[in-house]
């Protein structure tokens, strides 16, 4: 790469590579990136005095990962997630002060992922994730208590620049507790109120009948699957004509029921490891003094998403790839990687595993500048070596990441992070 990359940052071309464009690998070999927008992608496209030239060495160049189910706590994590090929997080539930604050900070900034979020959740008073409230990870934050509260709620969440609306269906049966949970009747006017002021309504569901729950009530989307039973024979028909998409995070479901721990596997990959942060280390690594594992209520099973996740992937309902991350062992970034093997476990392709954390979230999303590579889109790019589509966990080999054409420095990371 040439040495004065500070000079044109944001404009460079990038040949000798196989181009994943979101869907499928495609025959170009060369991607063309200017002021931080990707102009050209072909084959044999000649480089110009102007360009940083990069070899990518016969690796695989994907569209920057997109991980559609994360909790931020600060603006490191988004950090964090950039220095493990995670170019946009898609936050699912974040404190007023807390979403302004991490705007703010990070506005204009290629060395962090971008963010969306749906700002406050709703939820029935005391019920989840009040409990992060008593534990001190949350300040007190606004509930909904009756219809007559849901339009102020939802204006509410738009003045705070909410990119779309969260609403929280769990009692806690399937973690051996009981809360409070939202009436239908209220499910189902926040779905309403959601759409008339131009958000999306995504779901978060633990058991089947929230699940159906939400997808009568006309939810968009559904963050999680059910681990309370195995599917219905209907619930992917009834899914897939409702035209939603669902963020199954498998790997926290893994975590919860005391399955496999993916994550703790690579904590020591030579292109993962050394960028973990000591905090991020501390989260995936199992500690058996404070085990995020829980015993769950018989029936209750880790299993039942995956095969929920098979049986939507054979109905064609989209799946996306999210990680809930800074959830129990989940850490940013680094664990996007873990639910792309999940999702490939669960009966998904490696191609249609990288179509999730791709292509799928910026169609779910509208999210029409990321996502692909192609002409027009914006240049958040990751290289690894390997093909992805062929073997999964070539995602891990990571060469270079780029955030709209900026070349992210993983050293200089490292060190910031005193990896």
Same mark, same amino acid.
């Given at each position: 790469?040439?040495?004065?990359?500070?000079?044109?940052?944001?404009?460079?071309?990038?040949?000798?590579?196989?181009?994943?464009?979101?869907?499928?690998?495609?025959?170009?070999?060369?991607?063309?990136?200017?002021?931080?927008?990707?102009?050209?992608?072909?084959?044999?496209?000649?480089?110009?005095?102007?360009?940083?030239?990069?070899?990518?060495?016969?690796?695989?160049?994907?569209?920057?990962?997109?991980?559609?189910?994360?909790?931020?706590?600060?603006?490191?994590?988004?950090?964090?997630?950039?220095?493990?090929?995670?170019?946009?997080?898609?936050?699912?539930?974040?404190?007023?002060?807390?979403?302004?604050?991490?705007?703010?900070?990070?506005?204009?900034?290629?060395?962090?992922?971008?963010?969306?979020?749906?700002?406050?959740?709703?939820?029935?008073?005391?019920?989840?994730?009040?409990?992060?409230?008593?534990?001190?990870?949350?300040?007190?934050?606004?509930?909904?208590?009756?219809?007559?509260?849901?339009?102020?709620?939802?204006?509410?969440?738009?003045?705070?620049?909410?990119?779309?609306?969260?609403?929280?269906?769990?009692?806690?049966?399937?973690?051996?507790?009981?809360?409070?949970?939202?009436?239908?009747?209220?499910?189902?006017?926040?779905?309403?109120?959601?759409?008339?002021?131009?958000?999306?309504?995504?779901?978060?569901?633990?058991?089947?009948?929230?699940?159906?729950?939400?997808?009568?009530?006309?939810?968009?989307?559904?963050?999680?699957?059910?681990?309370?039973?195995?599917?219905?024979?209907?619930?992917?028909?009834?899914?897939?004509?409702?035209?939603?998409?669902?963020?199954?995070?498998?790997?926290?479901?893994?975590?919860?029921?005391?399955?496999?721990?993916?994550?703790?596997?690579?904590?020591?990959?030579?292109?993962?490891?050394?960028?973990?942060?000591?905090?991020?280390?501390?989260?995936?690594?199992?500690?058996?003094?404070?085990?995020?594992?829980?015993?769950?209520?018989?029936?209750?099973?880790?299993?039942?998403?995956? &095969?929920?996740? %098979? @049986? #939507?992937?054979? !109905? $064609?309902?989209?799946?996306?790839?999210?990680?809930? /991350? =800074? *959830?129990?062992?989940?850490?940013?970034?680094?664990?996007?990687? &873990?639910?792309? %093997? @999940? #999702?490939?476990? !669960? $009966?998904?392709?490696?191609?249609?595993?990288?179509? /999730? =954390? *791709?292509?799928?979230?910026?169609?779910?999303?509208?999210?029409?500048?990321?996502?692909?590579?192609?002409?027009?889109?914006?240049?958040?790019?990751?290289?690894?070596?390997?093909?992805? *589509?062929?073997?999964?966990?070539?995602?891990?080999?990571?060469?270079?990441?780029?955030?709209?054409?900026?070349?992210?420095?993983?050293?200089?990371?490292?060190?910031?992070?005193?990896?």
């Amino acid at each position: 790469m040439d040495s004065d990359d500070s000079l044109r940052a944001g404009s460079l071309l990038i040949t000798n590579v196989r181009v994943f464009d979101g869907v499928e690998i495609t025959e170009d070999d060369s991607v063309l990136v200017r002021d931080g927008v990707i102009e050209q992608v072909g084959i044999g496209i000649t480089a110009t005095p102007d360009l940083i030239t990069v070899d990518g060495g016969g690796g695989t160049l994907l569209p920057g990962l997109i991980d559609a189910h994360t909790h931020v706590t600060a603006a490191s994590d988004l950090a964090i997630a950039l220095a493990f090929g995670v170019t946009t997080e898609l936050d699912m539930f974040c404190t007023t002060e807390l979403l302004a604050e991490v705007r703010t900070s990070t506005r204009g900034r290629t060395d962090h992922a971008d963010l969306r979020s749906a700002g406050v959740g709703a939820a029935a008073p005391g019920g989840h994730p009040s409990q992060l409230v008593q534990w001190g990870i949350y300040p007190a934050f606004p509930t909904v208590a009756s219809i007559d509260q849901v339009d102020a709620f939802v204006a509410d969440r738009v003045a705070e620049g909410a990119d779309y609306l969260k609403i929280l269906l769990e009692d806690g049966q399937t973690f051996g507790i009981e809360t409070p949970a939202l009436e239908p009747e209220v499910v189902r006017a926040l779905v309403v109120a959601g759409r008339a002021a131009g958000l999306l309504t995504i779901s978060h569901v633990s058991t089947h009948a929230d699940a159906d729950l939400a997808i009568d009530a006309g939810v968009d989307g559904l963050a999680h699957l059910f681990i309370d039973r195995p599917p219905d024979a209907d619930f992917a028909r009834r899914a897939a004509d409702a035209g939603i998409f669902v963020t199954p995070t498998l790997t926290v479901f893994e975590a919860f029921t005391g399955g496999a721990r993916r994550e703790a596997a690579f904590v020591d990959h030579p292109r993962l490891g050394p960028y973990l942060d000591p905090r991020s280390r501390a989260s995936v690594i199992p500690d058996p003094d404070q085990s995020f594992q829980m015993t769950p209520p018989a029936g209750v099973s880790h299993e039942h998403a995956f &095969a929920g996740t %098979a @049986a #939507l992937r054979q !109905a $064609g309902v989209p799946i996306l790839a999210g990680t809930d /991350a =800074a *959830t129990g062992r989940s850490a940013h970034g680094f664990c996007l990687h &873990a639910e792309l %093997a @999940a #999702l490939v476990d !669960a $009966g998904l392709s490696p191609a249609e595993a990288l179509r /999730a =954390a *791709t292509a799928a979230p910026a169609e779910a999303f509208g999210l029409a500048d990321r996502g692909r590579i192609e002409a027009g889109r914006s240049a958040d790019l990751l290289l690894v070596d390997g093909d992805p *589509t062929a073997d999964i966990t070539a995602t891990r080999e990571i060469r270079e990441i780029w955030r709209q054409g900026v070349r992210f420095d993983r050293e200089a990371h490292r060190k910031a992070f005193n990896v």
